[in-house]
Nanobody, 115 residues
Framework: VQLVESGGGLVQPGGSLRLSCAASGFTFSRSDMNWYRQAPGKERELVASITSAGVRRIYADSVKDRFTISRDNVKNTVYLQMNSLKPEDTAVYYC?????????WGQGTQVTVSS
């Protein structure tokens, strides 16, 4: 299993970023996918989840109506569109999937929201 995130960076408050996670080594189209984030000094938290066919999506209350998770089962990629970014969204964002009770993680991509 390999998960490779990209798309992070520095953005001003109110701005937007789109994160991507390219997946390989497993049957992506049959796997639920998640985005987590971890800010300095805080625990890793679930940001958004999407089911294998993209029918059901779940969001943390803190990002609801601002972030959108989506996936492309042909490109084996999951996305996180982040709009109206706030300084408190600053964190390392990780792509994740669970298989047979084990969590698989990407290396993370840094998102910094600052003026």
């Amino acid at each position: 299993v390999q998960l490779v995130e990209s798309g992070g960076g520095l953005v001003q408050p109110g701005g937007s970023l789109r994160l991507s996670c390219a997946a390989s080594g497993f049957t992506f189209s049959r796997s639920d996918m998640n985005w987590y984030r971890q800010a300095p000094g805080k625990e890793r938290e679930l940001v958004a989840s999407i089911t294998s066919a993209g029918v059901r999506r779940i969001y943390a209350d803190s990002v609801k109506d601002r972030f959108t998770i989506s996936r492309d089962n042909v490109k084996n990629t999951v996305y996180l569109q982040m709009n109206s970014l706030k300084p408190e969204d600053t964190a390392v964002y990780y792509c994740n999937t669970w298989r047979n009770g084990r969590g698989y993680w990407g290396q993370g991509t840094q998102v910094t929201v600052s003026s």
